[in-house]
T-cell receptor, first 115, second 113 residues
């Protein structure tokens, strides 16, 4: 069964500082990996995804993530955080071969940005 | 840009009442999902639906839950007799063929009193 671990429940960074949110997954084959962001009271917005190919993927809002098969990780990074990035971030894994399989989400990391 | 829409945005109901949450998926998508998020907790998978039948369901999706695609555009989640612990945000999602990517609606917040 697939699973996702986000070891950091809550992270606080200063505006302009760099950010890395950790995600580890467990999946038997090559996973499809996603990062979603959720602002308070809002739905889930896709930041980026990895299906195959280049292991460094670029997303919206200046985010990127790197797939490391040897570490079963898919960490999210941003070089300079903006106050508007404060939100909850969810990593998810899916089989993705047909789109039929459901995504499994991690428990989320809440990001606070200090001025 | 096409999007998944959900109604109502918020529903308050009494314990034991039936609730129907509605979703309009993206029009050319074939895979439909319901997820829920209890306040402060992770997003949990409930059910997936393809070709007019349930393709996967979680242990949360018991006999009190049902899904339906009554016409070509709507996808509904029915909770037959709501319990306090059904209070959550319910997200509908849809996906196209072969992409593995899900597009989520804004959610329907259900409060059971």
């Amino acid at each position: 069964a697939q699973s996702v671990t986000q070891p950091d429940i809550h992270i606080t960074v200063s505006e302009g500082a760099s950010l890395e949110l950790r995600c580890n997954y467990s999946y038997g084959a090559t996973p499809y990996l996603f990062w979603y962001v959720q602002s308070p009271g809002q739905g889930l917005q896709l930041l980026l995804k990895y299906f195959s190919g280049d292991t460094l993927v670029q997303g919206i809002k200046g985010f990127e993530a790197e797939f490391k098969r040897s570490q079963s990780s898919f960490n999210l990074r941003k070089p300079s955080v903006h106050w508007s990035d404060a939100a909850e971030y969810f990593c998810a894994v899916g089989a993705g071969d047909t789109g039929r399989r459901a995504l499994t989400f991690g428990s989320g990391t809440r990001l606070q940005v200090q001025p | 840009e096409p999007e998944v829409t959900q109604t109502p945005s918020h529903q308050v109901t009494q314990m034991g009442q039936e609730v129907i949450l509605r979703c309009v998926p993206i029009s050319n998508h074939l895979y439909f999902y319901w997820y829920r998020q209890i306040l402060g907790q992770k997003v949990e998978f409930l059910v997936s639906f393809y070709n007019n039948e349930i393709s996967e369901k979680s242990e949360i999706f018991d006999d009190q839950f049902s899904v339906e695609r009554p016409d070509g555009s709507n996808f509904t989640l029915k909770i037959r007799s709501t319990k306090l612990e059904d209070s959550a945000m319910y997200f509908c999602a849809s996906g196209g063929q072969g992409t593995g990517e899900l597009f989520f609606g804004e959610g329907s917040r259900l409060t059971v009193l």
